[in-house]
């Protein structure tokens, strides 16, 4: 019994010498670059990517209460990281003319497969589920814009060309 106690202290002891060590936040609030700067966001869809999208995919994370506590907000900041290293949408406008095409294309791919949002989310954030009516207005505003800049751009600049 005095080891399971000992280990128990120990691992209260290192949880909170862990609290001092923060991530920083994801919150910049840059809107510099953000999709809506060159592409028109209907209100339905603001609300949908708010909602489902934004907390991995932009520069402004609502963060709940548990992300004050290490690990968990190394977890999560690790998820945020890897969420916008794939889209970011604070940061859409400043993708070349190829990669947003691409992205549009992977975002209607993710929804549609249930990849996106995270199953892992949902358990949480039940907010975040999508119908099956938020699911098309996503999907045809993404069509909506990769028709738009299809007429726009020549052909060849919509390809991402290998290295």
Known sequence: MKIFKRILIFLLVILIVL???????????????????SYIVPPDVKVILAKACNDCHSNNTR???YAEVQPVSWWLGGHIKDGK?????SEFDGYRIAR???????CIKEVKEGGMPLPSYLIIHK??????????????????????????YPADSLVIKKK
Request: overall charge neutral; charged content about 30%.
């Open 19 to 37: 609290q001092a060590f923060r991530t920083p936040k994801n919150s910049s609030g840059d809107m510099t670059k953000d999709i809506s700067k």
């Open 85 to 89: 290293r794939h889209l970011n949408f």
């Open 100 to 106: 947003q095409y691409q992205k549009l294309e992977e």
């Open 127 to 152: 907010d975040a589920v999508l119908t099956d009516a938020e699911k098309t207005a996503l999907y045809n505003w993404c069509d909506i814009l990769r028709d738009t800049i299809k007429a726009t």
């Open 63 to 65: 963060y709940p209460w």
